[in-house]
């Protein structure tokens, strides 16, 4: 009686160490989703500042910037929420499964002005001006590079040092969801830098001006960074679907 009592808790047991060690998953039509929500989004920010305001990046980016940030707020932290560590925990209770959403959201919501603070800091330490004249520019910029980077990996990672430092530091996400994560935002911190080369040269264009072309080359390589996460999901469903036939 007893080994089969031990018996019994080793297999109750084993399941939820694989849960907790295992990454989240997301299907190809979720990572699709999810792009296209991002995209759409970004589109739908553009359209609000050209059509209802009259601006766009090059006019006024502080305010085109602004709507930026404020519509992918809720799509990307509502979202990424869904695919948290470790869903599978709470799936037997509704109560529990939707607390930790709603952590996952408060993390998310958390992460904006931390990651915000950080992206500041680190464009100015790279040379962006910090005089008072260019400070909303670069407060909205920070915000719309902080839902680009540490924002998704806040809402799915929490605080998991380890995670962080092997997506970021590493670049070797591991699962279909770290994909989401790792590609876009290296991608639009790349196309940040690409993008503020023609800024110290003298062809006295308005499109020079901090932040604008690096808020476009930051945007551009989070399209990229956003269809080729998509590309990734879809060869790792493929290849596991090859796997187990």
């Known amino acids: 009686m007893d080994r089969r009592k031990k018996r019994e808790k080793t297999t109750v047991t084993k399941p939820s160490t694989v849960d907790a060690s295992s990454p989240p998953k997301i299907s190809p039509s979720e990572a699709f989703i999810v792009t296209l929500s991002s995209v759409l ?21 502080s305010r085109t910037i602004f709507f930026i940030w404020l519509v992918e707020l809720p799509i ?16 037997c209770l509704v109560f529990v499964c939707h607390v930790q959403y709603l952590r996952a959201v408060g993390r998310g919501l958390l992460a904006v002005p931390i990651g915000a603070l950080l ?13 008072f004249q260019f400070l909303p ?3 909205n910029w920070s915000l719309m ?21 092997r997506i970021f530091a590493q670049t070797q996400p591991n699962g279909s969801v770290e994909y989401l994560i790792c590609l876009p935002a290296h991608g639009a911190v790349i196309g940040g830098w690409f993008g503020a080369w023609p800024m110290p040269l003298d062809w006295e264009r308005p499109w ?11 945007i551009g390589g989070y399209l990229v960074g956003l269809v080729a996460s998509c ?3 879809l060869a ?7 796997k187990q036939t």
């Open 145 to 165: 590079m902080s839902l680009f980077t540490t924002v998704p990996a806040s809402c799915v990672l929490g605080s998991s040092w380890a995670h962080w430092k």
């Open 119 to 131: 992206n500041c800091l680190g464009a100015i330490a790279l040379g962006a001006p910090v005089t």
């Open 231 to 233: 590309v990734f999901v």
């Open 236 to 242: 790792c469903a493929r290849s596991q679907h090859v």
């Open 76 to 91: 990307v932290i509502l979202l990424y929420s869904r695919y948290r560590q470790n869903p599978r925990q709470c799936m």
């Open 41 to 61: 989004g970004l589109g739908l920010a553009f359209y609000v500042a050209n059509s209802g305001f009259s601006i766009d990046l090059v006019t006024d980016p």
């Open 137 to 139: 520019k670069t407060v």
């Open 208 to 218: 020079q001006e901090w932040p604008i072309c690096v808020s476009y080359g930051a």
